[in-house]
């Protein structure tokens, strides 16, 4: 800390550091970027890491996992909280019409691969006791914490189907795209039109999410609304209520399936979700309601920042199964994880990937997945945010195309802090994050004195 307290550009370095939130991880980048008049060819304005401190400038990794960079997880969850919520309640160019679409907060899960520890009461209680074909018991009786290592874990190891949980995994993206397909052909048939022409009276939009449980399966919160046939700006149709909507969600769910590729080892298993399926309507903020659009929006966002290593897992790849017996990780996971080495040896699921994505125990989906029209994008939210921390600066210079030729050349030289670099990140990341804090508290003390005051 001494040492980097004392090196050439230490001031400039920190306000580098204090300008990407104290990033966990920074990107190192080298070059420059110079501005012309697109008429005379006249240099409007040239940035150049020259005079920078070790003549690099840091830029955020933009990490969304908040076990490696929580800075940048907040920022992620803050972008996916407006990219869902406008998509419910309109605004960043999607029309405020959408909230008075059918929409609905749906949770798909996976089904049951064996019984595991839980919470909420006597853990598997059985009176008469008794055990399974392996000697073991098959009901526990205790009160588990939600902190106790023992939830999740299997009652019997030998029990559960550590195949079938690896293989729905890496069948899980193909089941939601043919979950969606059956949603739209339920709704057709529902409204008494031909399947194929559904997309000529309406069009489903989505946004989800994946969540790791305890378990370490994944469920899936998702976000669907029903449009008119040209997306947001159209109004559904007539029959296109939120009941329907329920209906057609719930009997695609109960009788989609998908089968995986046919093995002498394992056979041939089928794909299907659980029976555990959540559906309400959701609601506008302020109606009083649980399941609202500014609380879905949050509830998702949230989860965008977790990752298999919340479930007691790792979110680095794995590259050997010897490398999987070493790993800090739960055994239910190392099973799991071995399960997807050794399915991954065999050439019927090798299209699969399974041991390229071990580490995630099979699933190789996007924690965040929307549909093409749902609402806006990540990309359009960093643009708007760099336009307006540029205006902010008092940049003059024109934000954009069509307006300044842009000329750049950089290249990459380097990631990451040293020890003492580390220490100085994490403390502007917490005093950053105490601010937000009492920021927030200011605000709701402010809310709850106008509160009082309109009563009175």
């Known amino acids: 800390m001494v040492r980097v307290a004392n090196e050439p550009g230490f001031s400039r370095w920190l306000e580098q550091i204090r300008n990407i939130g104290g990033c966990a991880h920074p990107i190192y980048l080298s070059g420059q970027t110079t501005w012309r008049d697109p008429v005379s060819g006249s240099i409007i ?3 150049s890491t ?8 840091a830029l955020r990794c933009n990490n969304r996992r908040k076990s490696r960079c929580g800075p940048c997880s907040y920022l992620h969850a803050g972008d996916t909280y407006h990219v869902v919520r406008s998509g419910l309640v309109g605004g960043k160019g999607t029309p405020v019409a959408v909230r008075d679409h059918p929409r609905l907060f749906v949770t798909l899960t996976a089904p049951s691969f064996g019984a595991v520890h839980s919470t909420g009461g006597r853990c598997h209680p059985r009176r008469d ?3 399974c074909e392996h000697g073991r018991p098959v009901g526990c009786g205790l009160r588990h914490a939600d902190t106790d290592p023992a939830v999740g874990q299997p009652l019997c190891r030998d029990c559960y189907d550590l195949v079938g949980h690896v293989l729905w995994h890496a069948m899980a993206g193909t089941l939601w795209t043919r979950w969606t397909h059956a949603v739209r052909r339920h709704l057709a048939t529902r ?7 559904f997309p000529q009276y309406a069009r489903l939009s989505f946004a989800k999410v ?4 305890k378990r370490g399966a994944v469920h899936f919160h998702a976000v669907i609304r029903l449009d008119g046939p040209d ?7 007539g029959w296109g209520s939120v009941e329907l909507l329920q209906d057609a969600v719930r009997s695609a769910a109960e009788t989609v399936v998908v089968r995986t590729p046919y093995s002498a080892a394992v056979g041939e298993r089928v794909i299907r979700w659980g029976t555990q399926i959540d559906v309400h309507p959701i609601h506008a903020f302020g109606d009083g309601e649980a399941v609202s659009d500014d609380a879905v929006a949050a509830y998702i966002a949230k989860y965008t920042s ?3 290593g919340d479930a007691g897992g790792t979110d680095q790849r794995v590259i050997s199964l010897g490398e999987i017996w070493l790993l800090a990780v739960n055994p239910h996971v190392r099973a799991l994880m071995a399960t997807c080495w050794r399915l991954g040896g065999l050439p019927e699921f090798e299209g699969l990937r399974l041991r390229a994505w071990a580490h995630t125990l099979g699933f190789r989906g996007h924690v965040l997945t929307k549909s093409r029209v749902y609402s806006t994008t990540y990309a359009a939210l960093r643009v708007a945010r760099a336009a307006y921390r540029q205006k902010a600066a008092g940049d003059q210079t024109a934000y954009g195309v069509g307006v300044a030729v842009v000329e750049s050349a950089w290249r990459y030289v380097g990631s990451g802090h040293s020890l003492g670099q580390a220490w100085f990140a994490r403390a502007i990341a917490e005093q950053q994050a105490h601010a937000r804090e009492d920021g927030r508290e200011a605000l709701a003390d402010c809310r709850g004195r106008w509160s009082l005051g309109e009563a009175a």
């Open 50 to 57: 020259e005079a920078e401190p070790g003549g690099r400038l």
């Open 191 to 197: 409204a008494g039109i031909n399947q194929s022409a």
């Open 231 to 237: 997306g947001p700006d159209a109004s559904p149709p």
């Open 306 to 308: 977790k990752s298999i």
């Open 210 to 213: 994946a969540e790791y449980q």
């Open 45 to 47: 304005r040239r940035y």
């Open 129 to 131: 006791g008794g055990v």
